[in-house]
Each structure stands twice: as C-alpha cells, then as structure tokens.
C-alpha cells in the first residue's frame, strides 16, 4: 500500500513538475509529497480506527493489567509494540494520542513514542545485511531499552501535567470513572456499529483539525532539509573519533526528518567514509528520535516542558550509546 504513496511522488514530481530526481529542489519535493500524503493518511486512518475499538474496548481492565504489580511489563509491551510498528516518529504521534486518551499509563505510552521510530522490521532486514546481526541485535535492544528507560524516567516526574489541556483532561479522567464505578454499577450498555461510527467519526474530525497544518509545517520543514543536507560536512568534520564528535552528530541530526529505514543507508555511506561506529549510530539515532519536524508535531499534544524532558533524555542517552560503541568498536 505505501508504494502508492511512492508512485503517486513519483508522478507529480518527474511528470507532472517535471523536475530531475538528481537536483536538491527534486529529492526534497518529492520527499515532501511523499511523507506528507502517507502520513495525513495514516493519521485519518489510525484515528478513527483506535477510536471505533475504544469506543466498546473495556479501558478498565487493559489499565489494570498494564498498572499491574509488575508495572516494568508495561513499559516492555509499550516499547515492544512500538518495535512492531511499521511507524515512523510523526505517524506514531496518533496511536499516542490513542493511549493517552484511553487513560494508559503516560510511561507506556512515552516508551512506545521513543521506541517506535528507532526500530521496526525494516530497520533489522536492512541493519542485517548491512552490519551483520549481532550489530542488528544490539540495535534493537538498545532501542528499546531507550525506549522503557525514558518510559519509568517521566512516569517517575508524572509527566501526564505536561500535555496539552485537552489530552491531560482526558487522561485525568482515570481517576473520576473508577470512582464513579465502585459507587455504582451501571448496566452494560451494547453499543451498535453506527454508534461507534460516530464516536469514531466525531474524535477524528476534531483531531486531525488540531494537527494536519503542523504535519504540513513539519514534513514541509523536514522536505526542505532533506534535500540539501551537506553529508560531505559531516564526513569531513565528524570522522576524527573524538569524544565531542558524539554529541556534536547528535544535534546536528536535530533538524533532519528521516524514518530509520530511510536513515539506514546514510549510515553505511558515512561508515564507508571513515566515521565511527558509534558516532555514526548517534547522528541516525538522533535523526529519528530527536527532529526538529517531530517536535514541532508533538507541541499539539505536548507542553514545552515535556518535549524538553523528552529531548533533553535521548540526547543524552543516544550521546552515552555512541560513547560506548565508539569505545568498544
């Protein structure tokens, strides 16, 4: 289904435009129809869907199994569902949305946005063959242990006061309908399709109308980057090893958008060129985790404070990944 996405690039840039696949204004226009069709798709698409099962889905008893007595088996199926997730960071952005909505824990959901964008199963067919599989293991390991330790890290700071107003309320409603459900037992009520079409229906329309314009801004912003990124600066200035290569590849990854499957073949170039491992692995890693395009999406469902606790965590814990491979390798 995304080749569609593909094609239909494919079709307004080098026919309709008429522009060449070899120019910068021709990659990042094409990157910009491409990302920008499949995610606002996506976003449609996944909204309403999470919306139609939560409309009839038991919230109560998925809550409890994730805030059971071995809470650390929420935080691993957060981050395991987000590896499984064909997803890139701003398309995940709905199912987070989705779960903070149906009052899951703020740390699952926060282990499912770090780790879905950093690791899927494209990213380990494409890793295997280019790094063998014990470097594919280590990756996926690591990306979601990233993922599980951010997770307890803003539980801990109870990071559900730092989203926006109309999530937070709806994730603070936990609280008045378990004690609406002990004072009473209200009878199950069996809701028809129609019904959770229009449940549906209604939470997409007023979603998406919070958010297409900063997919536009973000992807556009992203777009433009991506097809003028000087990669030949980065192998020039970046390969030396040294301890501030590290940090320095992961900030100037910042205001790149890219999904891991696309960032995969930029970090076999840089490797042949010379950068380490490890440095080479931060810039990837923060490019997408970290861009600039993502966190200007997130602001629509998150306060400021938390994209900095967000941000400020995965810089350091991608700059301590890259130490360690750089020290190792």
Request: proline share 4%; charged share 10%.
């Amino acid at each position: 289904m995304l080749d569609i996405f593909t094609q239909l690039a494919d079709w307004l840039t080098f026919t309709v435009f008429k522009l060449s696949p070899d120019t910068s204004v021709g990659v990042g226009f094409h990157f910009f129809i491409e990302d920008t069709s499949k995610i606002l798709v996506l976003l449609v698409s996944l909204i309403y869907v999470i919306s139609f099962i939560r409309a009839s889905l038991s919230v109560e008893k998925v809550r409890d199994y994730l805030q059971g007595k071995h809470k650390g088996v929420g935080y691993f199926l957060g981050s395991t569902f987000g590896a499984i997730t064909p997803f890139c960071s701003c398309s995940s952005i709905p199912l987070f949305m989705g779960f903070v909505s149906a009052q899951i824990p703020i740390g699952v959901t926060i282990a499912f946005l770090i780790t879905s964008p950093l690791v899927n199963e494209v990213v380990v067919i494409m890793l295997g063959s280019l790094l063998g599989i014990k470097f594919t293991v280590m990756y996926v390991a690591i990306g979601m242990l990233l993922g599980m330790i951010g997770g307890v890290i803003l539980d801990k700071c109870q990071a559900h006061r730092w989203l926006q107003p109309f999530l937070a309320k709806a994730y603070q409603q936990v609280g008045q309908a378990q004690s609406q459900q002990q004072t009473q037992e209200p009878t199950p009520q069996r809701m028809t399709m129609k019904d959770r079409h229009a449940i549906a229906a209604g939470e997409t329309k007023t979603i998406f109308g919070r958010v297409w314009k900063w997919v536009i801004v973000g992807v556009g912003l992203g777009a433009f980057i991506h097809g003028f990124v000087p990669a030949e600066w980065f192998e020039q200035n970046l390969a030396s090893g040294q301890w501030w290569t590290v940090p320095v590849a992961t900030l100037s990854a910042i205001p790149i958008y890219a999904n891991a499957s696309g960032v995969v073949p930029i970090m076999g170039s840089l490797l042949d060129k010379g950068m380490p491992i490890g440095t080479t692995l931060a810039f990837c890693m923060g490019a997408v985790a970290v861009s600039l395009p993502e966190f200007i999406m997130l602001k629509q469902v998150m306060r400021y404070r938390l994209l900095a606790a967000i941000a400020g965590y995965l810089l350091i814990a991608i700059s301590i990944t890259g130490w360690l491979f750089n020290y190792y390798y």
